[in-house]
Protein backbone atom coordinates (compact mmCIF):
# COMPACT_ATOMS: atom_id res chain seq x y z
CA UNK A 1 0.00 0.00 0.00
CA UNK A 2 1.02 3.28 -0.92
CA UNK A 3 1.95 5.29 2.37
CA UNK A 4 -1.21 7.81 3.70
CA UNK A 5 -1.48 10.05 6.51
CA UNK A 6 -3.84 12.09 7.65
CA UNK A 7 -2.97 15.03 5.79
CA UNK A 8 -2.98 12.98 2.68
CA UNK A 9 -5.28 14.54 -0.53
CA UNK A 10 -7.54 12.79 -2.75
CA UNK A 11 -7.16 12.86 -6.38
CA UNK A 12 -9.32 10.12 -8.48
CA UNK A 13 -11.26 8.97 -11.74
CA UNK A 14 -14.39 8.56 -12.52
CA UNK A 15 -15.31 6.44 -15.40
CA UNK A 16 -16.16 2.85 -16.39
CA UNK A 17 -14.60 0.42 -16.63
CA UNK A 18 -10.92 1.75 -15.45
CA UNK A 19 -9.85 -1.65 -14.66
CA UNK A 20 -6.64 -0.65 -17.38
CA UNK A 21 -6.60 2.90 -16.61
CA UNK A 22 -2.85 3.90 -16.23
CA UNK A 23 -4.07 7.58 -15.09
CA UNK A 24 -3.05 6.20 -11.15
CA UNK A 25 0.67 5.77 -11.98
CA UNK A 26 0.61 8.49 -14.01
CA UNK A 27 -0.47 10.80 -11.04
CA UNK A 28 1.26 9.01 -7.95
CA UNK A 29 4.07 9.37 -10.01
CA UNK A 30 4.58 12.68 -10.93
CA UNK A 31 3.08 13.66 -7.15
CA UNK A 32 6.38 11.08 -5.74
CA UNK A 33 8.67 13.14 -7.77
CA UNK A 34 7.14 16.39 -6.75
CA UNK A 35 7.06 15.27 -3.33
CA UNK A 36 3.54 16.06 -2.89
CA UNK A 37 0.85 14.36 -0.57
CA UNK A 38 -1.67 12.40 -2.88
CA UNK A 39 -2.65 9.57 -3.44
CA UNK A 40 -5.06 9.08 -6.43
CA UNK A 41 -7.58 6.13 -6.81
CA UNK A 42 -9.87 4.64 -10.10
CA UNK A 43 -13.19 4.77 -9.07
CA UNK A 44 -15.71 2.26 -11.60
CA UNK A 45 -18.90 4.27 -11.04
CA UNK A 46 -22.14 3.36 -13.29
CA UNK A 47 -23.84 6.39 -15.27
CA UNK A 48 -26.95 6.04 -12.94
CA UNK A 49 -24.80 6.86 -9.48
CA UNK A 50 -22.21 9.61 -11.51
CA UNK A 51 -24.17 12.49 -9.46
CA UNK A 52 -23.84 10.59 -6.47
CA UNK A 53 -20.20 10.09 -7.00
CA UNK A 54 -19.35 14.38 -8.22
CA UNK A 55 -21.45 14.91 -4.89
CA UNK A 56 -20.11 12.36 -2.38
CA UNK A 57 -16.59 13.14 -3.79
CA UNK A 58 -17.00 17.32 -3.11
CA UNK A 59 -18.51 16.44 0.33
CA UNK A 60 -15.31 14.19 0.96
CA UNK A 61 -12.97 16.75 0.07
CA UNK A 62 -11.65 15.38 -3.30
CA UNK A 63 -9.41 17.77 -4.62
CA UNK A 64 -9.70 16.75 -8.21
CA UNK A 65 -11.25 14.25 -10.29
CA UNK A 66 -10.37 12.93 -13.70
CA UNK A 67 -13.16 11.81 -16.08
CA UNK A 68 -13.24 9.23 -18.39
CA UNK A 69 -15.67 7.28 -21.29
CA UNK A 70 -18.78 6.74 -20.74
CA UNK A 71 -19.03 10.06 -18.49
CA UNK A 72 -17.22 12.67 -20.10
CA UNK A 73 -20.22 14.36 -21.43
CA UNK A 74 -22.72 13.66 -18.96
CA UNK A 75 -20.94 14.77 -15.96
CA UNK A 76 -21.20 18.37 -17.19
CA UNK A 77 -24.15 18.98 -15.66
CA UNK A 78 -23.09 18.19 -11.86
CA UNK A 79 -20.20 21.06 -12.14
CA UNK A 80 -20.82 24.13 -10.58
CA UNK A 81 -18.70 25.81 -13.91
CA UNK A 82 -17.63 24.76 -17.31
CA UNK A 83 -14.29 26.19 -18.86
CA UNK A 84 -15.10 27.95 -21.77
CA UNK A 85 -12.68 25.64 -24.32
CA UNK A 86 -14.50 22.46 -22.76
CA UNK A 87 -17.76 23.80 -23.21
CA UNK A 88 -16.96 24.08 -26.96
CA UNK A 89 -15.57 20.61 -27.31
CA UNK A 90 -18.47 19.64 -25.38
CA UNK A 91 -16.59 16.86 -23.05
CA UNK A 92 -14.88 17.43 -19.49
CA UNK A 93 -11.83 15.23 -18.66
CA UNK A 94 -10.56 17.23 -15.16
CA UNK A 95 -12.50 18.41 -12.11
CA UNK A 96 -11.01 21.20 -10.55
CA UNK A 97 -12.32 21.67 -6.69
CA UNK A 98 -13.52 24.93 -6.14
CA UNK A 99 -15.58 26.93 -3.90
CA UNK A 100 -18.91 26.34 -4.94
CA UNK A 101 -18.45 22.77 -6.54
CA UNK A 102 -16.41 21.22 -8.82
CA UNK A 103 -15.08 22.93 -12.29
CA UNK A 104 -14.66 20.95 -15.46
CA UNK A 105 -11.87 21.14 -18.11
CA UNK A 106 -10.78 19.46 -20.96
CA UNK A 107 -7.07 18.45 -20.87
CA UNK A 108 -7.50 16.27 -23.96
CA UNK A 109 -6.97 18.95 -26.42
CA UNK A 110 -3.97 20.96 -24.70
CA UNK A 111 -2.51 17.30 -24.24
CA UNK A 112 -2.24 16.52 -27.88
CA UNK A 113 -0.58 20.00 -27.85
CA UNK A 114 1.64 20.02 -25.32
CA UNK A 115 2.33 15.94 -26.57
CA UNK A 116 2.82 17.52 -30.65
CA UNK A 117 5.72 20.05 -28.97
CA UNK A 118 7.31 17.50 -26.89
CA UNK A 119 7.77 15.51 -30.01
CA UNK A 120 8.50 18.17 -31.85
CA UNK A 121 6.08 18.79 -33.95
CA UNK A 122 5.35 22.04 -35.85
CA UNK A 123 1.77 22.84 -36.58
CA UNK A 124 1.31 26.36 -37.58
CA UNK A 125 0.72 26.45 -41.16
CA UNK A 126 0.39 22.91 -41.89
CA UNK A 127 -2.09 20.72 -43.50
CA UNK A 128 -3.46 17.93 -41.21
CA UNK A 129 -5.91 15.50 -41.80
CA UNK A 130 -7.82 13.71 -39.24
CA UNK A 131 -9.18 9.77 -39.66
CA UNK A 132 -12.23 9.89 -37.72
CA UNK A 133 -15.29 12.28 -36.51
CA UNK A 134 -15.66 10.81 -32.67
CA UNK A 135 -15.15 12.37 -29.33
CA UNK A 136 -11.30 11.90 -30.19
CA UNK A 137 -11.43 13.72 -33.31
CA UNK A 138 -13.61 16.42 -31.96
CA UNK A 139 -10.73 17.60 -29.11
CA UNK A 140 -7.50 16.81 -32.33
CA UNK A 141 -10.02 19.38 -34.71
CA UNK A 142 -10.45 21.86 -31.86
CA UNK A 143 -6.37 21.50 -31.07
CA UNK A 144 -5.39 22.12 -34.50
CA UNK A 145 -7.30 24.68 -34.79
CA UNK A 146 -5.80 26.83 -31.78
CA UNK A 147 -2.39 25.82 -32.89
CA UNK A 148 -3.01 28.23 -36.30
CA UNK A 149 -2.63 24.87 -39.13
CA UNK A 150 -3.42 25.88 -42.58
CA UNK A 151 -6.50 23.43 -42.66
CA UNK A 152 -7.61 20.23 -41.74
CA UNK A 153 -9.31 17.57 -43.67
CA UNK A 154 -11.91 15.63 -41.67
CA UNK A 155 -12.39 12.08 -43.13
CA UNK A 156 -14.83 9.47 -41.67
CA UNK A 157 -16.56 6.54 -42.32
CA UNK A 158 -20.01 8.17 -41.27
CA UNK A 159 -19.23 11.10 -43.57
CA UNK A 160 -22.30 13.15 -42.16
CA UNK A 161 -20.55 13.02 -38.44
CA UNK A 162 -17.22 14.67 -40.12
CA UNK A 163 -19.34 17.17 -41.82
CA UNK A 164 -21.31 18.16 -38.81
CA UNK A 165 -18.03 18.09 -36.80
CA UNK A 166 -16.20 20.79 -39.58
CA UNK A 167 -19.38 22.99 -39.48
CA UNK A 168 -19.46 22.98 -35.77
CA UNK A 169 -15.86 24.21 -35.33
CA UNK A 170 -15.42 26.28 -38.62
CA UNK A 171 -18.37 28.62 -37.15
CA UNK A 172 -17.38 28.37 -33.65
CA UNK A 173 -13.82 29.52 -34.94
CA UNK A 174 -14.90 31.94 -37.74
CA UNK A 175 -13.28 29.82 -40.29
CA UNK A 176 -13.01 27.65 -43.15
CA UNK A 177 -10.47 25.82 -42.60
CA UNK A 178 -12.03 22.50 -41.29
CA UNK A 179 -13.47 20.26 -44.69
CA UNK A 180 -15.00 16.98 -44.52
CA UNK A 181 -14.97 13.84 -46.93
CA UNK A 182 -15.82 10.14 -46.42
CA UNK A 183 -13.39 7.65 -46.77
CA UNK A 184 -14.77 6.05 -49.69
CA UNK A 185 -15.22 9.75 -51.40
CA UNK A 186 -12.66 11.28 -53.78
CA UNK A 187 -10.89 13.01 -51.06
CA UNK A 188 -7.93 13.15 -52.72
CA UNK A 189 -9.07 15.80 -54.76
CA UNK A 190 -9.70 18.10 -51.64
CA UNK A 191 -6.40 17.70 -50.40
CA UNK A 192 -4.85 18.22 -53.70
CA UNK A 193 -6.86 21.91 -53.65
CA UNK A 194 -5.78 22.52 -50.16
CA UNK A 195 -2.09 21.65 -51.34
CA UNK A 196 -2.57 23.89 -54.36
CA UNK A 197 -4.20 27.00 -51.96
CA UNK A 198 -0.64 26.84 -49.76
CA UNK A 199 1.56 25.20 -52.28
CA UNK A 200 2.47 22.72 -49.46
CA UNK A 201 2.80 19.01 -50.00
CA UNK A 202 3.27 17.05 -46.97
CA UNK A 203 0.74 16.32 -44.12
CA UNK A 204 0.12 15.55 -40.50
CA UNK A 205 -2.37 12.42 -40.35
CA UNK A 206 -3.81 12.61 -36.89
CA UNK A 207 -5.80 8.62 -36.22
CA UNK A 208 -8.82 9.46 -34.14
CA UNK A 209 -10.59 6.39 -34.75
CA UNK A 210 -10.71 2.94 -32.53
CA UNK A 211 -9.60 0.71 -35.72
CA UNK A 212 -6.36 -1.10 -35.09
CA UNK A 213 -6.83 -1.06 -31.41
CA UNK A 214 -6.09 -4.51 -29.00
CA UNK A 215 -7.60 -6.62 -30.21
CA UNK A 216 -7.85 -6.02 -33.74
CA UNK A 217 -3.95 -4.78 -33.75
CA UNK A 218 -3.64 -6.25 -38.00
CA UNK A 219 -6.43 -3.62 -38.98
CA UNK A 220 -6.11 -0.17 -40.10
CA UNK A 221 -8.56 2.70 -41.09
CA UNK A 222 -6.83 3.79 -44.05
CA UNK A 223 -5.34 0.66 -46.63
CA UNK A 224 -4.58 2.85 -49.71
CA UNK A 225 -1.04 3.59 -50.03
CA UNK A 226 -1.07 6.64 -52.44
CA UNK A 227 -2.55 8.32 -48.35
CA UNK A 228 0.92 7.30 -46.72
CA UNK A 229 2.77 9.11 -49.87
CA UNK A 230 1.60 12.28 -49.15
CA UNK A 231 2.18 11.85 -45.17
CA UNK A 232 5.25 13.47 -43.36
CA UNK A 233 3.81 12.50 -40.14
CA UNK A 234 1.14 10.21 -38.89
CA UNK A 235 -0.20 11.16 -35.03
CA UNK A 236 -2.17 7.72 -33.88
CA UNK A 237 -4.05 8.27 -31.02
CA UNK A 238 -4.13 4.84 -30.05
CA UNK A 239 -1.65 3.55 -26.80
CA UNK A 240 -1.97 -0.67 -27.26
CA UNK A 241 -0.48 -1.66 -29.28
CA UNK A 242 2.60 0.67 -29.49
CA UNK A 243 2.71 0.62 -32.69
CA UNK A 244 -0.18 0.44 -34.75
CA UNK A 245 -0.83 -0.60 -38.79
CA UNK A 246 -1.28 2.74 -39.44
CA UNK A 247 1.73 3.70 -37.81
CA UNK A 248 3.85 0.94 -39.79
CA UNK A 249 2.36 1.94 -42.70
CA UNK A 250 3.84 5.52 -42.24
CA UNK A 251 6.90 4.41 -41.64
CA UNK A 252 6.91 2.22 -44.44
CA UNK A 253 6.59 5.21 -46.71
CA UNK A 254 8.90 6.83 -45.36
CA UNK A 255 7.44 9.42 -42.30
CA UNK A 256 7.59 9.78 -38.61
CA UNK A 257 5.00 7.81 -36.57
CA UNK A 258 3.98 8.54 -33.09
CA UNK A 259 1.60 6.50 -30.41
CA UNK A 260 -1.10 7.78 -27.94
CA UNK A 261 0.88 7.46 -25.27
CA UNK A 262 2.11 11.39 -24.97
CA UNK A 263 -1.21 12.46 -25.27
CA UNK A 264 -2.36 10.50 -22.10
CA UNK A 265 0.60 11.50 -20.42
CA UNK A 266 -0.02 15.21 -20.99
CA UNK A 267 -3.39 15.38 -20.75
CA UNK A 268 -2.41 14.02 -17.17
CA UNK A 269 0.13 15.98 -16.65
CA UNK A 270 -2.02 19.45 -17.43
CA UNK A 271 -4.84 17.94 -15.29
CA UNK A 272 -1.79 17.55 -12.38
CA UNK A 273 -0.93 21.22 -12.73
CA UNK A 274 -4.47 22.19 -12.66
CA UNK A 275 -5.04 20.80 -9.20
CA UNK A 276 -1.91 21.70 -7.80
CA UNK A 277 -0.80 24.97 -9.51
CA UNK A 278 3.03 23.08 -10.19
CA UNK A 279 4.25 23.29 -13.29
CA UNK A 280 5.58 20.04 -14.45
CA UNK A 281 9.00 19.87 -16.53
CA UNK A 282 9.75 17.68 -19.61
CA UNK A 283 12.09 16.44 -17.50
CA UNK A 284 9.81 14.59 -15.38
CA UNK A 285 7.03 14.06 -18.11
CA UNK A 286 10.04 12.04 -19.49
CA UNK A 287 10.86 9.87 -16.68
CA UNK A 288 6.57 9.46 -16.30
CA UNK A 289 6.74 8.96 -20.16
CA UNK A 290 9.14 5.84 -19.50
CA UNK A 291 7.31 4.02 -16.95
CA UNK A 292 4.51 4.34 -19.22
CA UNK A 293 6.35 2.45 -22.18
CA UNK A 294 7.41 -0.05 -19.93
CA UNK A 295 4.52 -0.77 -18.03
P1 LIG B 1 -13.96 8.07 -29.47
O1 LIG B 1 -14.56 8.86 -28.35
O2 LIG B 1 -12.86 7.15 -29.05
O3 LIG B 1 -13.57 8.95 -30.63
P2 LIG B 1 -16.33 7.30 -30.84
O4 LIG B 1 -16.92 8.65 -30.55
O5 LIG B 1 -17.18 6.09 -30.72
O6 LIG B 1 -15.10 7.04 -29.93
O7 LIG B 1 -15.71 7.35 -32.34
C1 LIG B 1 -15.08 6.27 -32.91
C2 LIG B 1 -14.54 6.67 -34.28
O8 LIG B 1 -13.95 5.51 -34.89
C3 LIG B 1 -15.60 7.16 -35.26
O9 LIG B 1 -15.02 8.11 -36.13
C4 LIG B 1 -15.98 5.88 -36.00
O10 LIG B 1 -16.53 6.08 -37.28
P3 LIG B 1 -18.12 6.25 -37.47
O11 LIG B 1 -18.43 7.66 -37.06
O12 LIG B 1 -18.35 5.99 -38.92
O13 LIG B 1 -18.77 5.21 -36.57
C5 LIG B 1 -14.61 5.26 -36.14
N1 LIG B 1 -14.71 3.82 -36.38
C6 LIG B 1 -14.98 2.85 -35.48
N2 LIG B 1 -14.97 1.64 -36.06
C7 LIG B 1 -14.69 1.84 -37.39
C8 LIG B 1 -14.51 1.00 -38.53
N3 LIG B 1 -14.62 -0.33 -38.42
N4 LIG B 1 -14.21 1.57 -39.71
C9 LIG B 1 -14.08 2.90 -39.82
N5 LIG B 1 -14.22 3.77 -38.79
C10 LIG B 1 -14.53 3.25 -37.59
Not at 33 to 58: H, M, R, W
Not at 97 to 115: C, H, I, Q, S, V
Request: hydrophobic share 45%; aromatic share 8%; charged share 20%.
Amino acid sequence: MISTNAQTKLLGLLGNPVGHSLSPIIHSNLAKNCNENYAYLAFAVETQKLADAVKGGYALGVQGFNVTVPHKKEVMQYLADVDDKAALIGAVNTLVRTETGFKGYNTDMPGLLRAMAYDGICLKGKHVVILGAGGVANAAVCAMLEADVAGILVLNRTVQKALELADYFNRAYGTDKVRAAAFSDDFYSVMEKMDSDDSKQSWIAIQATSVGMYPNVTQCVMEDEKFYKKVAVGYDLIMNPAVTMFMKRVKQSGGEAYNGVRMLLFQGVLAYELWTGHKISDELATKVLHILENN
